[in-house]
DNA sequence: ATCATTATTATGTATATACATATTATGTCA
DNA sequence: TGACATAATATGTATATACATAATAATGAT
């Protein structure tokens, strides 16, 4: 290791997360305390806080102010996944991207919609129907339902040549979501779809976006059986 | 707000993160360079600095040394999953936890899972399957195949009091772990564990972990089809 | 014009210092 | 002993400064 190596907040940080691989510091127990390091190491306290900050997001450790830094005794590792718009998942695993505009209409929704979005039940949505493909074989359909209140200038697109998907991302904005992964069994139409079986296995993802006080979509995106999500820790 | 307030680099990321959600700063733009923001809200570059960087990390902002910083057009935003050992997740949820040991042996393992962990096909590995129970209702099935060679203390563990999964947190360290969620049937020995019908949908995750150039286990963790994953943005 | 070299610039990181804050340990009084 | 105030301590954050690094822009030679 070099001296610039050694200094550094990444080496320092892959340091210690080694001794935690490798029980140098034992699950539960209480670490050095960030001087301690900072002498070890031969660096700034704030180098070591910086690789110690990093460590305890990643669920590694648990910090607590004059308790001091602890190995985490039940790691609840934090998987994080990367979400890219759907054409970016499909090019970056090397396939071809198409997308199909089922339908596009203004409609009332399904109670359920109105009950996810906390929206009067009243109200017409537009709702958008299509299926994205990866080399021509169908990759997700996406069932979308737009709430017209917080983005009316949606109401005239035609979605052509762009997907809504990517059209609110460009021209919508929000401030949180909620996704919901889970397993389902495809119903006729999903599978006709998807050309896949009726009750096939299929991946759902649903994800509901939100300013503050004004719910702007949910969304229903249906993957076939074989679909993958992959993470690495 | 307050003073001290406004030069916190929480609230600095966070008057940030309003202006990329209300367009302030349009998607695809360049932002003021850190010293500039530095000055506009009264602070040090290094201030500025973390707060962007947090950003960044979040995906909704791209930077690059010399070219500045984006508002990220196409914004991979991450979703960032914990994941709890399965009796805290169900704790958490404010089930009653138990866990139930269906069988404990030594034997060879399908194919399928020595390629998975790139093992020589010839050795015997640990096979450990199990059921873990919220309010004495099925929640997951544990199919579990542990390497002997990376843990071999836990041959003759009889796991009458603690799941195999807790067993390795506490007794295993590891490196590196792949996850991966997908969607499937349950076959007729999963319906009957999970107290489903066969070719209900189920919702799977398998797990790889691993030291450098020595696999650890190999698990598949089972859930009925009616199990959601949520994560908020 | 093309290519290689050099300068410029924005971000990335390290450091010493200072003070804030949360939490634990200690001490005091009743 | 117990309750409560107080001290001690580890982490959390802010700052000025300095230099490193990556990527672009400008320059010059061919």
Redo the contacts between chains.
């Keep these: 290791m070099t001296a610039a190596a050694r200094k550094s907040f990444h080496a320092i940080k892959a340091e210690m ?2 001794r ?4 140098v510091w034992a ?1 539960g127990g209480l670490i050095p305390n960030e001087e301690v390091l900072a002498i070890e190491f031969g660096c700034a306290r704030a180098t070591v806080n910086r690789a110690l900050q990093e460590l305890a997001r990643g ?1 590694v450790l648990v910090r607590k102010r004059k308790a001091g830094t602890r190995v985490a ?13 759907v054409r ?1 998942e499909i090019e970056n695993k090397g396939g071809i991207y198409q997308f199909r505009l089922l339908s596009n209409q203004v409609e009332r929704a399904p109670q359920t919609v109105y009950e996810r979005l906390g929206l009067a039940k009243s109200k017409e949505m537009l709702h958008v129907r299509s299926l994205h493909l990866s080399d021509s074989k169908p990759y997700q359909y996406e069932d979308r339902w737009v709430n017209l209140d917080a983005v009316p200038s949606i109401r005239h697109e035609t979605f052509d040549s762009i997907s809504p998907n ?1 059209w609110l ?2 021209h919508s ?13 495809a119903d006729r139409e999903e599978a006709a779809i998807l050309d896949v079986g009726e ?6 993802i649903e994800r509901l976006t939100y ?1 503050p006080q004004k719910p702007i979509t949910y969304v229903r995106m249906i ?1 076939p ?9």
Tied chains: 1, 2.
């Design positions: 997360a080694r935690i691989a490798e029980r699950p669920g005794l039940h790691p609840m590792r934090e998987a994080r996944f990367v979400i890219p718009i970016q990517e991302v460009t904005p929000f401030s949180q979501a909620e996704i919901v992964f889970h397993a389902g069994l009750k096939d296995s299929v991946f759902i300013l993957h059986g074989s679909h993958r999500m992959v993470t690495q820790l």
